[in-house]
């Protein structure tokens, strides 16, 4: 059974910075691209970064460039999101994801 399990969500304050893991089982993980997507309240899921199996290529959403950075260590089977100069608007539920599976996900509040 595949099981993706995050953390390192929380409440935090505009401009500050998270760390968060997503450690997976049951998976080649080093044969798979993993992704980092979020929903926001009241809306859909949005992918917001992509690290491909090898880390040689990665993906941004727009509004997350410059102040994100995915990467992973695939002899800890853990990919990472590192959250930085965090913005009110970033709130969401994060999880991470393989091409079709989810994880439980991990909240993030970013507020004042």
């Known amino acids: 059974e595949v099981q993706l399990l995050e953390s390192g969500g929380g409440l935090v304050e505009p401009g500050g910075s998270l760390r968060l893991s997503c450690t997976a089982s049951?998976?080649?993980?080093?044969?798979?691209?993993m992704h980092w997507v979020r929903q926001a309240p009241g809306k859909g899921l949005e992918r917001v970064s992509t690290?491909?199996?090898?880390?040689?290529?990665?993906y941004y959403e727009d509004s997350v460039k410059g102040r994100f950075t995915i990467s992973r260590d695939n002899t800890k089977n853990t990919v990472y999101l590192q959250m930085n100069s965090l913005k009110t608007e970033d709130t969401a539920v994060y999880y991470c994801?393989?091409?079709?599976?989810r994880g439980q996900g991990t909240q993030v509040t970013v507020s004042s």
């Open positions: 994801a393989t091409v079709d599976v």
């Open positions: 049951g998976i080649r993980f080093d044969m798979y691209d």
């Open positions: 690290i491909s199996y090898d880390s040689s290529f990665t």
